[in-house]
C-alpha cells in the first residue's frame, strides 16, 4: 500500500487584499501584485485570524468574484475555524497558484493567461491599482516525499506560475526535467534553471491531449525515486496520467497531477449536471428518473477491459477486440452499440474501427473509474437487494455479500485503502476538531478506523503531541503502517509488527465473498477472521 500523500492544513480564512501593482510577463500572461494587513495576523468581527501561509509551490487560493458584480453579498461567512459558502446567486470562485509570496511585505503575485474570457481573467485585464479582490485559502500544502533524485514538472501556460515558483524556490534539490506546452512561441518565460536542469517548449493548441501525451512520453525515464507533477487541461491530462501510473508504474504518492481548466465542452457538460456517461437521477421536481442502463454498460466495459483495450490500440475492429478482451462476438456486438450510445466506444461512420469517446477518455482516470468498479460501486448495486433489506431488518450489503460490510472491508487491503484515501478529505475539517482545549490534558489517544492516518495528520498540523495508539484488525493495521503520516517528516510512519501473544481470535468469518471482491479477499471456510489490536504510532 503507497504511503498517503502528506497535507499540511491551514485554517480557512477569508481575507481581502488590494492591487498594488500590475505588468505583462509576456503577450499571454498578466501578473497582478495583491497586498494588504490582512495577509498578516488580523482580527474582524472578534476573530483572531493568523497570517496568510502559503509555502507550497502548487498552493493555490480561492478567488471571489460576482458576475451581478456584488462581491459583498457572494462572500461566505467566516466562522471560527473555517468558512461557511451560504447560498450567493451570482457568486463565482476560481482557484489561481501565487507565483511568488513575500510574508515580510505582505504581498503576493498571481499570474493570469489573458487569451481566456473567464471571470478571473476579465477581472484582471481591468485591474488597476487600489482595486479589491477578496480570496479564501490556501486549504492545505501537500508536502513533497522526503528522498527526490528527480522530478518532471508537466503543464501548459496555467502551470507556469507553479512550475516557476518550484524553480525559484527549490522545495527539493532534485535536478527538474520541465515540459511546457504554450500556444505561441511569445509565451515563454525566463525561468530559474539550474545545472542539470533541463526544458522543454511546445508549441501547440490549448488543450491538445495528443501533443501534451507524446511530449510527456518523450521525456527521459531516470533512475531513483522521483516524482511527477502535471497541471494543465483537465481533459488532455487523462493519458499523461495512464502513461505515469501505468507504463512508468509512478506509486500515488509520487505523482500529482491537476485539471487546472476544462474545454468549453466539457465545462456546459458540468454545467448541465451531466458526467459523461449518462444523466444524471433527477429529483422528485425534476420529473422521470433517469436509468441506470449508462452507468452498468460503462461498468461492464470497465470490467471487462473493453475501455483499456481500445486506449491501447486505437482503430480495433470489433472483431479483434472481441478476441483482446475474450467476449464472443456476439457479446461484443450487443455491448458496442450501448457503447456508441453513452459515447464510452465509438466507431467513426462507415468505419470497422473504434476509438473512445469522451465519456471513455474520462474513464481513463484512476478516480473516475472508481465510481463503476471500486467498493462504493459494490455499494451502489447492493442496493438492488434494498427492499429485502428493509423487510428483514438486516442491511443490502449483507444480503448481496452473506457478511457485514464490516467484516468485508476489513480483511480487504485495497477496500480499506479506498477508505482511508477518502478520509484524506477529513483533514480539511479537522482544525474545529484540534482547537479545542480538551486536547490540553490529553496524554494518550486511541484511534480507530480508516480516517484515522487523517485524524494524526490534523493533530500534528494543530502542534497536539499526544501519544498516539490505533487499534485495528491485522489488514485495515498493514495498510495504516504505510498512511499515517510521520511526525518527523513526509514519509508513512512505520508500524512494528505485533507479537502473536496479543492477538485475540474472533467469530469465525462467512465463506461468501461480495460480487466483485477478489478470492483473497475473505477467509475460506473453517478460518477466523483477523484478530484487533492496537498499532503504536508514536
Not at 450567493?88 to 510574508?103: G, N
Not at 527539493?172 to 505561441?184: I, K
Request: glycine letters at 10%.
Amino acid at each position: 500500500m503507497a504511503a498517503q500523500r502528506a497535507y499540511t492544513t491551514h485554517p480557512l480564512v477569508l481575507r481581502r487584499v488590494t492591487v498594488r501593482r500590475v505588468h505583462e510577463v509576456s503577450p499571454w500572461m498578466r501578473r497582478v501584485v495583491l497586498g494588504g494587513a490582512e495577509l498578516g495576523p488580523f482580527t474582524r468581527d472578534g476573530i483572531n485570524h493568523p497570517a496568510f501561509a502559503a509555502p507550497g509551490f502548487d498552493d493555490h487560493v480561492k478567488l471571489i468574484l460576482a458576475a451581478d458584480g456584488n462581491v459583498q453579498a457572494a462572500l461566505p461567512a467566516q466562522l471560527p475555524h473555517g468558512v461557511e459558502w451560504t447560498p450567493a446567486e451570482h457568486r463565482l470562485t476560481r482557484d489561481y497558484t501565487p507565483r511568488r509570496v513575500d510574508l515580510q511585505a505582505r504581498e503576493f503575485d498571481l499570474d493570469f493567461v489573458v487569451h481566456g474570457d473567464g471571470p478571473a481573467e476579465t477581472w484582471a485585464a481591468s485591474a488597476r491599482e487600489g482595486d479589491d479582490l477578496w480570496f479564501v485559502g490556501p486549504k492545505s500544502f501537500l508536502r513533497l516525499p522526503e528522498r527526490v533524485d528527480w522530478i518532471h514538472l508537466i503543464g501548459d501556460e496555467t502551470a507556469l506560475p507553479a512550475i516557476g515558483r518550484f524553480l525559484d524556490e527549490r522545495p527539493v534539490a532534485a535536478p527538474a526535467h520541465v515540459l511546457v506546452v504554450v500556444s505561441d512561441d511569445s509565451a515563454r518565460q525566463e525561468l530559474a534553471l539550474r545545472d542539470g536542469d533541463a526544458i522543454t517548449w511546445v508549441v501547440a493548441e490549448p488543450g491538445d491531449a495528443v501533443a501534451l501525451d507524446a511530449a510527456v512520453r518523450a521525456l527521459p525515464v531516470p533512475t531513483g525515486e522521483g516524482y511527477a507533477w502535471a497541471a494543465a487541461e483537465s481533459r488532455a491530462l487523462l493519458p499523461v496520467r495512464r502513461y505515469l501510473r501505468r507504463e512508468r508504474k509512478l506509486p500515488k504518492d509520487r505523482l500529482t497531477i491537476t485539471g487546472y481548466w476544462h474545454r468549453e465542452e466539457a465545462a456546459e457538460a458540468e454545467a448541465k449536471g451531466t458526467n459523461g456517461v449518462g444523466p444524471v437521477a433527477e429529483g422528485p421536481a425534476g420529473g422521470r428518473i433517469a436509468s441506470p442502463l449508462p452507468w452498468l454498460v460503462a461498468r461492464a466495459a470497465l470490467q471487462l477491459g473493453v475501455v483499456d483495450a481500445v486506449a491501447d490500440e486505437p482503430g480495433l475492429s470489433p472483431d479483434v477486440l472481441a478476441s483482446r478482451v475474450g467476449v464472443p462476438g456476439p457479446g461484443i456486438g450487443v455491448l458496442l452499440p450501448l457503447l456508441a450510445a453513452h459515447h464510452v466506444v465509438v466507431g467513426p461512420d462507415g468505419e470497422d474501427s473504434l476509438r473512445l469517446g469522451p465519456a471513455g477518455e474520462e474513464l481513463l482516470d484512476d478516480h473516475e473509474r472508481e465510481e463503476y468498479v471500486g467498493h462504493d460501486a459494490e455499494l451502489l448495486l447492493a442496493l438492488a437487494h434494498l427492499a429485502p433489506a428493509l423487510r428483514d431488518g438486516t442491511s443490502p450489503w449483507q444480503l448481496a455479500s452473506g457478511a457485514p460490510l464490516h467484516d468485508t472491508v476489513t480483511r480487504d487491503a485495497d477496500r480499506f485503502g479506498e477508505l482511508v484515501e477518502e478520509c484524506e478529505q477529513l483533514v480539511f475539517l479537522l482544525n474545529g476538531l484540534t482547537a479545542d482545549p480538551l486536547w490540553e490534558g490529553v496524554d494518550t489517544c486511541l484511534l480507530t478506523g480508516p480516517g484515522s492516518a487523517s485524524v494524526v495528520a490534523a493533530l500534528d498540523d494543530a502542534g497536539r503531541r499526544p501519544r498516539l495508539r490505533v487499534a485495528e484488525d491485522d489488514t485495515p493495521a498493514s495498510v495504516l503502517r504505510g498512511s499515517v503520516p510521520s511526525r518527523s517528516g513526509s514519509t508513512g510512519r512505520q508500524v512494528p509488527p505485533m507479537s502473536p501473544s496479543r492477538r485475540r481470535p474472533s467469530r469465525t468469518a462467512p465463506t461468501t465473498r461480495p460480487p466483485g471482491s477478489s478470492p483473497g479477499s475473505a477467509p475460506g471456510p473453517g478460518r477466523r477472521s483477523s484478530s484487533r489490536h492496537p498499532v503504536p504510532t508514536a
